[in-house]
């Protein structure tokens, strides 16, 4: 199985908020990311956030990070049409090696 | 920003031949690509690992004389599937990093190459 794993399906009304969730195994990853995915094209990093930080926000994106539950989440604000993707978390550890989970596939609807 | 590029986007080619799928960064340097594999659905795979000049890492399970890695400049990594079925059709995408001034493992993508073996 996933050493990342995520819920596979979110769905949710243009205008609410979205709350991506990702748990990870591995408590010497150093950064943790978020990537997002638009069909049949390649990963966009999104944001990234280090292991010693509890929480950054850049614009409508707020990562949160719980260490101690080794869980980390991704909140869109005013989630829009165009944020329908599929959103990967990943955590490396070192310096060559990066984890994927499974995918969230966002859904917004109008 | 980083920009990585695939080519071709896509491909269709019969079975038992061989397909070049290039990867490119545009305008920075790559000391490390990497090379991915997606099944529908699911995550990214790790293939190998490539860092220009040298031999690539291939992940357990993963045939190396099949998966052929060049990595023959710091701009440019090449994976060559040969004699494909259509058991590797699949969404291949590489990644290449940069040491950022952070020194962090930050990854960025190209857009993939879909692969399909008739």
């Known amino acids: 199985g996933e050493d990342v794993e995520q819920s596979l399906f979110l769905s949710v009304r243009e205008g609410d908020s979205s709350v991506i969730n990702c748990t990870y195994t591995?408590?010497?990853?150093?950064?943790l990311y978020w990537y997002k995915q638009e069909p049949g094209a390649g990963l966009q990093l999104l944001t990234y956030?280090?292991?010693?930080?509890d929480m950054k926000q850049d614009q409508r994106l707020t990562v949160l990070l719980n260490k101690k539950d080794k869980h980390l989440s991704l909140r869109i604000a005013d989630t829009q049409t165009g944020d329908s993707a599929i959103y990967f978390c990943?955590?490396?550890?070192?310096?060559?090696?990066?984890?994927f989970g499974a995918g969230t596939r966002l859904t917004v609807k109008p | 920003g980083a920009v990585v590029s695939q080519h071709p986007s896509w491909v269709i080619c019969k079975s038992g031949t061989s397909v070049k799928i290039e990867c490119r960064s545009l305008?920075?340097?790559?000391?490390?690509m990497f090379w991915y594999r997606q099944f529908p659905k699911q995550s990214l795979m790790l293939m190998a690992t490539?860092?220009?000049?040298?031999?690539?890492?291939?992940e357990q399970g993963v045939e190396k004389d099949k998966f052929l890695i060049n990595h023959a400049s710091l701009t440019l990594s090449t994976l060559t599937v040969t004699s494909a079925h259509p058991e590797d059709s699949s969404f291949y995408i590489c990644?290449?990093?940069?040491?950022?001034?952070?020194?962090?493992?930050?990854?960025?993508f190209g857009p993939g190459t879909r692969l399909t073996v008739l």
């Open positions: 990644s290449a990093r940069e040491l950022g001034v952070w020194g962090g493992n930050e990854q960025f």
């Open positions: 591995d408590s010497s990853s150093t950064y």
């Open positions: 956030i280090f292991s010693n930080m």
């Open positions: 990943a955590e490396s550890f070192n310096n060559n090696d990066m984890r």
């Open positions: 305008d920075f340097q790559a000391t490390t």
């Open positions: 490539s860092n220009e000049g040298s031999k690539a890492t291939y």
